[in-house]
């Protein structure tokens, strides 16, 4: 098992920053893919941001150039830097851990933090 605990988020201001961080305990060794997810109500969680162990991070096009996502494996802590933040950045922010066992595979999340831009 993995377990995930979210810190950062809150109210910004459009065009502000907001850091979301996120520590892993438990299975972490055998974490492949690290990464944040948001959800609106009423509509489906969709990928922000991952980054695997050895491979570079990967963006939603919608957060390109706007957001960083950094991951720490000695700590097991992934953290993403929200910049230049929009109204409809605003969702729920999840984080993500993706876990490799051989042939098996599982998603493990945090309980969801609250982003709120404010226009």
């Known amino acids: 098992q993995v377990q995930l605990v979210e810190s950062g988020g809150g109210l910004a201001q459009t065009g502000g920053s907001l850091t979301l961080s996120c520590a892993a305990s438990?299975?972490?060794?055998?974490?492949?893919?690290m990464g944040w997810y948001r959800q609106d109500p009423g509509k489906e969680r969709e990928l922000v941001a991952e980054v695997p162990r050895l491979a570079r991070p990967k963006y939603a096009d919608s957060v390109k150039g706007r957001f960083n996502i950094s991951r720490d494996n000695a700590k097991s802590t992934v953290t993403l830097q929200m910049n230049d933040l929009k109204p409809e950045d605003t969702a729920v922010y999840y984080c993500?851990?993706?876990?490799?066992?051989?042939?098996?595979?599982?998603?493990?999340w945090g309980r969801g933090i609250q982003v709120t831009v404010d226009s």
């Open positions: 438990g299975n972490v060794r055998n974490i492949a893919i």
């Open positions: 993500n851990a993706h876990v490799r066992v051989l042939d098996d595979s599982h998603d493990w």
